[in-house]
């Protein structure tokens, strides 16, 4: 038997293989110190930690050097610890957004966490992300994620929102995920700007009656090199 899915509007909440029932999360708890207001989000510059820069897809290990068994989802957790303990959360740093490579889709469409870190072999993510982002509100933090608008993102993985905007955006409610980062690999001046738009109205949708906002991070320019003029095209 294949991997099936009780469907709630979105891709997740029971997951059944082999005839065996895999328990998951309950949906994220709301919280006081993350986005779970009433007020406008992205008035203020987010400030806080994104992976990409200094690690992107490569595998890290634990402090004391050993990676055996140390999945991709400890080692972001470990980076809110790490800002809560000293100090920068307090100071305001309190987005932590894991980019490329946390992700992955099912042949039906499904959204979910990789089970592999990128192109080694350490662990990823969880299937779903609930517990994840608990954890992250549990440090005084907002959950960001990352994805693209086209299929394929830009390290090649198949979890871009393109043709998935209304399930993916049930998906990061549910899982209580405060911000999105978007940027454009795999589309271009002539239907991003139909993507994002699409995108941002399901994000809408799927918190319609929830607290918890999604804060709709836009990084158009990603996918085009330093020297492109469309990278500077502010048609968006």
Known sequence: MGWHHRVLGLCTAAVVTAG?????GTPAAADSTAANTSAPIGVKPM????????????????????????????FMQDQAKAMKDTGLVAAGYTNLTVDDCWMQRTSAGCLHGAAKWGSSEQPGYDWELTDYANYVHSQGMEAGLYSTSGVNTCQG????????????ANSL?????????????????????????????ALKTATAN?????????????????TSAEKYNAQE
């Open 173 to 201: 409610a549910y899982w209580g995920i405060d911000s999105i980062k978007v940027d454009n690999c795999g589309t271009d001046i002539t239907n991003r700007r139909q993507i994002f738009t699409t995108f941002a109205n």
């Open 47 to 74: 400030m806080g930690f994104n992976n990409w820069a200094r690690f992107t897809c490569a595998a890290q290990a634990r402090l004391d050097g050993t990676r055996d068994g140390y999945s991709f989802q400890q």
């Open 157 to 168: 993985v198949p979890g871009g929102v393109k043709g998935h905007e209304q399930v993916d």
């Open 210 to 226: 929830t607290s918890r906002k999604i804060l709709f991070n836009e990084s158009a320019p990603a996918g085009y090199g330093p």
């Open 20 to 24: 065996l029932a895999v328990s998951v």
